[in-house]
């Protein structure tokens, strides 16, 4: 009977990690600017590993945008007088 019990109580455990886990790929869903476009096409039917295959994309990408608007930024301020990049670093550090 106690094989039941646990095996009950591994179930109900099981069920609520399911429900978060549907929870937050439905979050992430909607974060996603390609699965907010992709959902109007429904395609609902994705698995969560390939939501977090599409997220790890997403954040790469962002992380180079990131990279390269820094570079930008840098080469900007070298060729900007010093009184207008200290205004522009300090409007950056709010």
Not at 7 to 13: A, I, P
Not at 28 to 40: F, K, V
Not at 48 to 72: F, G, M
């Amino acid at each position: 009977m106690s094989s039941r019990r646990s095996r009950s109580r591994h179930t109900e455990s099981s069920r609520i990690a399911d429900d978060q886990i549907n929870d937050l790929v439905s979050k992430l869903q909607q974060l996603l600017p390609e699965m907010q476009t992709r959902r109007s096409e429904s395609s609902d039917n994705r698995s969560a590993a390939q939501l977090l295959q599409e997220t790890c994309n997403y954040i790469t990408s962002l992380h180079r945008e990131v990279d390269d608007l820094s570079e930008k930024l840098s080469k900007l301020l070298e060729n900007t007088d010093t009184t207008q990049a200290a205004l522009i670093r300090g409007l950056l550090m709010q």
